[in-house]
Structures are given as structure tokens and as C-alpha cells.
């Protein structure tokens, strides 16, 4: 089966940095896309940034021009540049994997463990 081992989250001040990885190990036949949400306490989960095969890129509004999601192919692993924090960025971050594990089989949400981001003022 597949696993997301998540890393690089922690307590950081406002206007500081931290790089977030995501290692998806586990036969994985196609990936589709590869993506980061967030949930705060109280709000809902919401898309962050996602990468396609493709390489095309979204990202949420409120972190455009401070956060860069890019991936290693090699290694099926996702990261997520985020510079110049804000309080508000406070969350639980989550990497999300679309992926089919054979090519006979549609493709599935798969979800990390979830990592602490907290951005102190």
C-alpha cells in the first residue's frame, strides 16, 4: 500500500520560512497529482497548492507569491517552500496524493499523517 511520511513542520516566527517534504513510498503505477491542504482549528481543510503530472501548479490566493510547491520525480517526493509566514498560516498541513497504484485500477485520494505549522507574532 502506499504511505506519506510527512516532515519539516514546526514553530516559526512571523516572517520566517520553512520547507515542508512529502515521500510517498509503495508501488505506485501513475501519479496525477500531488498537492498540500491545511486545516485550522475551527475552519475547514482547504487546497493550498497542487502540482500535476504535467507540472501545471495551483495555489490559494492568500499564499500566492509566498509559498512554491515543486517535486522530485526521482523520488516521489513533494515539497512546499513557504517564505515569509504569516500567523494565519497556523494550521495542520497535509500532503494529498492522487495516484493509481495498478494501471487496470481508477485513480485514489491518498493522505499524509498531517504536520503542525505554527507562525508565532
Known amino acids: 500500500q502506499v504511505q506519506l511520511v510527512e516532515s519539516g513542520g514546526g514553530l516559526v516566527q512571523a516572517g520566517g520560512s520553512l520547507r515542508l517534504s512529502c515521500a510517498a513510498s509503495?508501488?505506485?503505477?501513475?501519479?496525477?497529482?500531488m498537492g498540500w491542504y491545511r486545516q485550522a482549528p475551527g475552519k475547514q481543510r482547504e487546497l493550498v497548492a497542487a502540482i500535476t503530472s504535467g507540472g501545471r501548479m495551483n495555489y490559494a490566493d492568500s499564499v500566492k507569491g509566498r509559498f512554491t510547491i515543486s517535486r522530485d520525480n526521482a523520488k516521489n517526493t513533494v515539497y512546499l517552500q513557504m517564505n515569509n509566514l504569516k500567523p494565519e498560516d497556523t494550521a495542520v498541513y497535509y500532503c494529498n496524493l492522487f495516484a493509481q497504484l495498478r494501471w487496470y485500477t481508477g485513480g485514489y485520494d491518498y493522505w499524509g499523517q498531517g504536520t503542525q505549522v505554527t507562525v508565532s507574532s
Open positions: 509503495g508501488s505506485i503505477f501513475s501519479i496525477n497529482a
